[in-house]
């Protein structure tokens, strides 16, 4: 099958383990305390607002986030919960209670959505208050946008550094490595086979740190704009926090660029510093990490193949 037609498929480590969606499905893996592989499975459903609104230009990066951040939720929702779950407990819970879980499940879903609002907050305005701080020293509007810009960058390089040195999240970014690792074999048409994965790059040029650093860029650029004030500081603050929503739609349409036109250089180029962040937010992943993330894939690649898969709300096998 050519790379033009081939199927595109993304994906997210958890704990433990990795998330895998396609058109139609979304799979997740998780290797249990007693070494077993369990497997969260759910119909990938979106309403029909949504469906539209992901078709228009800058809104649909908004809808895609907030979507992938609210599914994403609940898969991880799923193997922090179940990973370290004594396989003698099992009998103790009651998977018949459908209406209680969709009422986590959408719980779990929502905290994700204001997880991600939050922390977008929290990393757009600390610069500008660190950056207001050397007013005194750079004075002009373009020298304090470019500060903000460093410290915004700074500071998301440095938290993710000092997450990866905690045990927990190693293990997540090295699952994060064996998922980039088997998007690579597949695409290079090579057998799923431990081997095979292991050897391919832990890099990925689809994968969302590009869309991370480009909100960094992008921000920049929107911020040079000459309706958007830098001083007085609660102005500075308001406009900020107003212009969220504006970088993300950009930031999503840049990183769609770059990825559907790679060929051209200059936007092939454009995805490097994502590559680069690959660096700090993936690991080399073990034998049985990868054989995790096998099985994940090809748990969904069944899913997807089977046109009488079972379209449940949520299967715990």
Same mark, same amino acid.
């Given at each position: 099958m050519s790379q033009e037609n081939k199927p595109v498929y993304g994906?997210?480590?958890?704990? *433990?383990?990795?998330?895998?969606? &396609?058109?139609?499905? /979304?799979?997740?893996?998780?290797?249990?305390?007693?070494?077993?592989i369990e497997y969260?499975?759910?119909?990938r459903k979106s309403k029909q607002a949504l469906t539209t609104m992901k078709k228009i230009p800058f809104l649909r990066g908004?809808?895609?986030?907030?979507?992938?951040?609210?599914?994403?939720?609940?898969?991880? @929702?799923?193997?922090? *919960?179940?990973?370290?779950v004594d396989p003698s407990e099992d009998e103790k819970i009651d998977h018949s209670?459908? *209406?209680?879980?969709?009422?986590?499940?959408? &719980?779990?879903?929502?905290v994700g959505i204001l997880s991600f609002l939050f922390g977008k907050f929290i990393f757009t305005l600390i610069p500008v208050f660190l950056a207001e701080l050397t007013r005194p020293i750079f004075s002009s509007d373009l020298s304090q946008i470019l500060i903000e810009g460093l410290f915004k960058l700074l500071l998301l390089l440095a938290y993710i550094y000092f997450i990866s040195l905690t045990p927990l999240i190693r293990r997540v970014f090295q699952y994060h490595g064996a998922e980039h690792k088997v998007i690579n074999a597949f695409e290079s048409d090579l057998p799923l086979t431990v081997q095979n994965v292991q050897n391919q790059s832990r890099l990925h040029y689809r994968c969302g740190s590009s869309f991370i650093i480009f909100t960094v860029i992008v921000g920049v650029f929107v911020y040079m704009l000459p309706f958007v004030a830098t001083e007085p500081l609660w102005?500075?603050?308001?406009?900020?926090?107003?212009l969220i929503p504006v970088v993300l739609g950009i930031s999503f349409e840049v990183l769609q660029l770059t990825n559907k036109f790679r060929?051209?250089?200059?936007?092939? /180029?454009?995805?490097?510093?994502?590559?680069?962040?690959q660096l700090l937010t993936t690991k080399e992943p073990t034998d049985s990490q990868v054989e995790?993330?096998?099985?994940?894939?090809?748990?969904?690649?069944?899913?997807? @193949?089977?046109? @009488?898969?079972?379209?449940?709300?949520?299967?715990?096998?």
């Open positions: 994906g997210q480590a958890v704990v *433990e383990g990795v998330m895998f969606g &396609g058109k139609r499905h /979304y799979v997740t893996a998780i290797r249990r305390k007693d070494q077993s969260f499975r759910l119909p908004i809808i895609a986030i907030l979507e992938a951040s609210a599914n994403g939720s609940k898969h991880l @929702n799923f193997s922090t *919960e179940r990973y370290d209670q459908s *209406e209680s879980k969709l009422a986590m499940i959408l &719980g779990v879903a929502a102005l500075r603050v308001v406009n900020r926090l107003a060929d051209i250089p200059l936007l092939r /180029y454009l995805g490097y510093p994502g590559l680069w962040l995790v993330a096998i099985a994940s894939f090809n748990e969904l690649l069944r899913l997807e @193949n089977d046109p @009488n898969a079972i379209n449940k709300t949520e299967e715990i096998v």
